[in-house]
């Protein structure tokens, strides 16, 4: 299952990745398929993987270690910028989702985290001042 190749993905990447820069971006698909194909992962009753299910364990295996501080730093951001607006638990839900799917893969998320990060980044008020503009004063 997915513990078997989040654990041989991450033995590829440490043996064969430069850990800082990691092999490249999309390289998943190539690498990964053929470490599992090495390793007989269909004669044990899985299927082939091509993608990691992870997110960050992908980011990290793609990009390395600047590349997943990179987006461990810009989604923290956007959890920072988001906290009292109504992104919050939605950006939540989505980093939550990148745990164990791979949700920056698949077209309609990309564009749901491009405008999550632009609705917390665009200066949108928070429900503080939204409440406090609507409350008048005697």
């Keep these: 299952g997915r ?12 043996q064969f990745a430069n850990l800082w820069i990691g092999i490249g971006t999309g390289t998943f698909t190539q ?26 364990l992908e980011i ?3 990009n390395g270690i600047i590349g997943l501080a990179s987006a461990l730093i810009a ?6 910028k988001s906290f009292k607006t109504y992104i919050f638990p ?10 164990t799917e791979m949700p920056l893969r698949l077209f309609p998320t990309q564009v749901l985290g ?11 008020q928070t429900r503080d001042i939204v409440h406090a503009k609507s409350i008048k004063a005697p």
């Design 3 to 14: 513990r078997f190749v989040w654990e041989g993905s991450f033995a590829f990447y440490k």
């Design 90 to 99: 939605i950006a939540c839900v989505y980093g939550f989702t990148c745990l």
């Design 31 to 56: 690498w990964g398929i053929a470490w599992q194909a090495a390793h007989n992962i269909e004669s044990k009753g899985v299927e082939l993987w091509f993608w990691l299910h992870s997110e960050p």
């Design 114 to 124: 491009i405008a999550l990060l632009g609705i917390a980044f665009g200066g949108h």
């Design 60 to 62: 990290l295996f793609e």
């Design 75 to 80: 989604y923290g951001y956007l959890l920072y």
